[in-house]
T-cell receptor
Framework: QKEVEQDPGPLSVPEGAIVSLNCTYS??????FMWYRQYSRKGPELLMY????GNKEDGRFTAQVDKSSKYISLFIRDSQPSDSATYLC??????????FGQGTELSVKP | EAQVTQNPRYLITVTGKKLTVTCSQN?????MSWYRQDPGLGLRQIYY???????DKGDVPEGYKVSRKEKRNFPLILESPSPNQTSLYFC??????????????FGPGTRLTVT
């Protein structure tokens, strides 16, 4: 079983839709959960991170961690064409490693 | 401008011909790392370095070497490249406060093709 699993999509939504992106992870000891965004032909950039469980909100973006089900989610409200990108969940298990999901390609159509 | 730079950005080479991809950061970060990105497999960590002269294996280190002789540079060496190393490579760095390297800054990527 992979440590982090993510549905690769692609996901296509109309402008203004609420987007839900999800990952599952295998080790209940994980504490740091991140979402990175990667535009086409660019390197990933950190969008949000959450420590332990609960929600974290930043503008139109909400990151949610459910430790009981080992599930992490990113919600995008009022999605815009500029949100079109690949979204990667990631877990920091400690030490120097960072473990990424496969990434979900999102397209927001005007 | 604070950034991570990689060179070259694109490289086509032949099996067995040694190559080096350079990575440099100007943010005085202690931590640096290399990843490869392949369709359906996501980003996978090759090697990382917590500080100068300290390197460690990631999840897919086979066929790669690294060195960290100075803080700003972290080159990736392929001594005998093979076609299965055809991939998109990213270098990243992190300020690493208290060892928390979850906030990483990525370079623009190097597209490597090995024929």
């Amino acid at each position: 079983q992979k440590e982090v699993e993510q549905d690769p999509g692609p996901l296509s939504v109309p402008e203004g839709a609420i987007v839900s992106l999800n990952c599952t992870y295998s080790n209940s000891a994980f504490q740091y959960f991140m979402w990175y965004r990667q535009y086409s032909r660019k390197g990933p950039e950190l969008l949000m991170y959450t420590y332990s469980s609960g929600n974290k909100e930043d503008g139109r973006f909400t990151a949610q961690v459910d430790k009981s089900s080992k599930y992490i989610s990113l919600f995008i409200r009022d999605s815009q064409p500029s949100d079109s990108a690949t979204y990667l969940c990631a877990i920091f298990p400690g030490g120097g490693k960072l473990i990424f999901g496969q990434g979900t390609e999102l397209s927001v159509k005007p | 401008e604070a950034q991570v730079t990689q060179n070259p950005r694109y490289l086509i080479t032949v099996t067995g011909k040694k190559l080096t991809v350079t990575c440099s950061q100007n943010m005085n970060h202690e931590y640096m790392s290399w990843y490869r990105q392949d369709p359906g497999l996501g980003l996978r960590q090759i090697y990382y370095s917590m500080n100068v002269e300290v390197t460690d294996k990631g999840d897919v280190p086979e066929g790669y070497k690294v060195s960290r002789k100075e803080k700003r540079n972290f080159p990736l060496i392929l001594e005998s490249p093979s076609p299965n190393q055809t991939s998109l490579y990213f270098c990243a760095s992190s300020p690493s406060p208290s060892g928390s390297i979850y906030e990483q800054y990525f370079g623009p990527g190097t597209r490597l093709t090995v024929t």
